[in-house]
């Protein structure tokens, strides 16, 4: 059973400095991995799919993927205040149906 | 623009009441998801349908049943709804084990 665990729960960072958020998954046959943006009430915004090992970035968002370690980081350069929401991280096996989220790192930033 | 439509956004019901969330995906996903959402607990999954007719219990689906009588469409029920069922709805479909894609999600209140 796919377990995904991310951290921190939350995390305060001053406006346009990096912030790093870490997502650790249990299947190391996984190849698929997603990061999601949730601002309060609202649906859940794609950020960045990886699916090997190395760097993938899209805007001022790059997800750097380890699966020996069993990890995948998401990197925010330059936050803004606007960035401050729940930050999802997804997993889905290879071949399979299921996507295993985590339970979010909450992301202040602040002026 | 291809897209999960989850109806009703918003809903308000009473404890005992029946209730029926929907879901409609024009991209002729094979796959369809029901998922609910709760702080701390990121999205966990209730139900998946494979196709018409051919559904599956996720990991807390007690308490639900689904129908999929249509490929574009997955419905999920609640029969006598419960206080503890108040939570935030999201659908997804996939095409195979590739792509996926959420719906913006239907927010339940059970009182």
């Known amino acids: 059973q796919q377990k995904v665990q991310q951290s921190p729960e939350s995390l305060t960072v001053s406006e346009g400095a990096m912030a790093s958020l870490n997502c650790t998954f249990s299947d190391r046959s996984s190849d698929n991995f997603r990061w999601y943006r949730q601002h309060s009430g609202k649906g859940l915004e794609v950020l960045v799919s990886?699916?090997?090992?190395g760097e993938k970035e899209e805007g001022s968002f790059t997800a750097h993927l380890n699966r020996a370690s069993l990890h995948v980081f998401l990197h925010i350069r330059e936050p803004q205040p606007s960035d401050s929401a729940l930050y999802l991280c997804?997993?889905?096996?290879?071949?399979?149906?299921?996507?295993?989220f985590g339970s979010g790192t909450r992301l202040l930033v602040s002026p | 623009d291809m897209k999960v439509t989850q109806m009703p956004r918003y809903l308000i019901k009473r404890m005992g009441e029946n209730v029926l969330l929907e879901c409609g995906q024009d991209?002729?996903?094979?796959?369809m998801y029901w998922y609910r959402q709760d702080p701390g607990l990121g999205l966990q999954l209730i139900y998946i349908s494979y196709d018409v007719d051919s559904n599956s219990e996720g990991d807390i689906p007690k308490g639900y049943r689904v129908s999929r009588k249509k490929r574009e469409h997955f419905s999920l029920i609640l029969d006598s709804a419960k206080t503890n069922q108040t939570s935030v709805y999201f659908c997804?479909?996939?095409?195979?084990?590739?792509?996926?894609?959420f719906g913006s999600g239907t927010r339940l209140l059970v009182i």
């Open positions: 997804a997993v889905r096996p290879t071949g399979g149906y299921k996507v295993v």
């Open positions: 990886i699916f090997s090992d």
């Open positions: 991209m002729s996903h094979e796959t």
């Open positions: 997804a479909s996939s095409l195979g084990t590739t792509d996926y894609t």
